[in-house]
């Protein structure tokens, strides 16, 4: 069975949700949309104080070609335009909207049939990217990079195939593994939709055999879509990283940045993003929802939410039956990769894949202490690094010295703080050091 060769670790899955089926959060009362919910620029806002929206209005227009628009997961009116903090945990300037109702546009077609590919032959790749921008999809694996970006590959570029990133390795997650038993015709026809856009007629969808079902069930299912492989990976953290999936499924290796997974001629997409392709295409639906599981050693009911954007995070923890007394952090992801909340009012946003509610006990860090030059940390780097040099370096601010070490390689997996016998916080100071460094590559080059 596949898998990637260079590093990786094997956490505990601790999948609580996965045998919950994916059910409606409530609407809230009042809707927060950060206008950074994606990389590249900010929306701009189209709308005003006193403005009645309804769902799937445009709220805030994209600025930029790395940029896609913001719309309203709520009818009602437009309260005010302020500032938010965000799952970053920065506050940023976001459109608040008092919920009145729930009146859709029309536009928006409500109805569960399936459209596929075939049914309409009108549609160009042209026409399949100019409606996901429109649609406002990002990536929803936790990156939020514009779709219509990587469907618009660099002059110079080709696209051999397109892979399906299915795997989602980070613990507790269970969003993507519900959505590929419930809605697997509509991902299959995403899938289609991608490969058209790109013009290529082959299409990978990567998923681990730890979810054997998903597997099944969509093996059999692609029989129906020439040119669409199922392909089952053996389980090691972090294989739903790009540069890991694509060297997984192909063999090939993406060379260090500004190198992209098109130079090795593939086109990575989130299977939540998949679907949410196909509902933009297909349906005129903009990306103002999307699954998301609230979960946790001690969460009385682990769930897998379809939320609407905007919700604060503290309404979910309610629907799961509140916030265990036990509770020492919320994190907005996963435990690898995510990042820990500074309240609970911050709103669901595109990116949002989990909440993850730790106790206490396991929330808590162990006292750092001196590297023991073990080199656990050198051996689970999936990017070949060594990121006991890149910690210290960012450490002590030698910035060339990271730099000549390729930090800027390093995909933030925490893959080396989770082996670390002394508990140091090699992350901490790897992304810190990462940051420092691209800003000055890219004042460098500015020049």
Not at 246 to 263: C, D
Not at 358 to 378: F, H, L, N, W
Request: aromatic share 4%; proline share 8%; glycine share 10%.
């Amino acid at each position: 069975m596949k898998t990637f060769k260079i590093g990786g670790v094997h956490p505990s899955e601790n999948k609580f949700s996965a045998n919950a089926p994916i059910r409606k959060a409530g609407l809230p009362k009042q809707a927060v949309f950060s206008l950074y919910q994606h990389i590249g620029a900010p929306a701009k806002p189209v709308v005003a104080k006193g403005d009645v929206v309804k769902v799937g209005t445009v709220l805030a227009e994209a600025d930029g070609f790395v940029s896609v628009p913001v719309h309203s997961s709520v009818s009602g009116k437009v309260n005010k335009i302020d500032a938010v903090v965000d799952a970053s945990g920065y506050r940023r300037p976001a459109i608040f909207v008092d919920v009145e109702g729930d009146d859709w546009e029309e536009s928006i077609d409500r109805t569960p049939d399936l459209v596929t590919l075939a049914q309409r032959p009108d549609l160009t790749a042209e026409e399949i990217v100019k409606r996901v921008k429109a649609c406002g999809i990002v990536g929803m694996g936790g990156a939020t990079f514009p779709c219509h970006v990587k469907l618009t590959p660099p002059k110079g570029t080709k696209a051999e195939c397109v892979i399906i990133n299915a795997v989602e390795c980070e613990p507790y997650l269970t969003a993507d593994h519900r959505l590929m038993l419930e809605k697997p015709d509509e991902i299959l026809v995403g899938v289609t939709l991608i490969m058209k856009a790109v013009g290529v007629d082959k299409g990978y969808i990567g998923i681990e055999n730890n979810k054997p079902d998903a597997i099944a069930l969509l093996t059999e299912k692609a029989k129906a879509y020439p040119g669409i492989e199922v392909v089952p990976l053996r389980v090691k953290y972090p294989q739903g990283g790009e540069k890991q999936l694509i060297a997984a499924i192909t063999g090939r290796e993406v060379p260090a940045p500004p190198a992209l997974p098109i130079h090795v001629g593939a086109v990575v997409q989130n299977v939540g993003t998949t679907f949410a392709i196909y509902e933009a295409v297909m349906k005129s639906k903009p990306l103002f929802e999307r699954v998301i599981t609230v979960t946790g050693k001690d969460v009385k009911t682990p769930s897998n939410f379809l939320a609407r954007i905007g919700t604060p995070m503290a309404q979910l923890i309610e629907e799961c039956g509140g916030l265990p007394e036990a509770t020492g952090k919320v994190i907005g992801g996963g435990p690898m990769m995510g990042k820990a909340l500074m309240n609970l009012d911050v709103p669901v946003c595109k990116g949002s894949s989990g909440l993850l509610l730790m106790t206490e006990k396991e929330s808590r860090r162990g006292e750092p202490q001196p590297c023991i030059r073990c080199g656990k940390c050198v051996g689970a780097c999936p990017m070949g690094l060594e990121p006991y040099l890149l910690a210290t370096a960012s450490a002590l601010r030698k910035w060339d010295l990271a730099e000549e070490h390729d930090i800027t390689s390093c995909i933030e997996c925490g893959s080396c703080q989770y082996t670390c016998p002394s508990m140091r916080p090699m992350l901490d100071n790897i992304r810190m050091g990462k940051t420092t460094v691209m800003a000055l590559v890219r004042a460098r080059n500015a020049k």
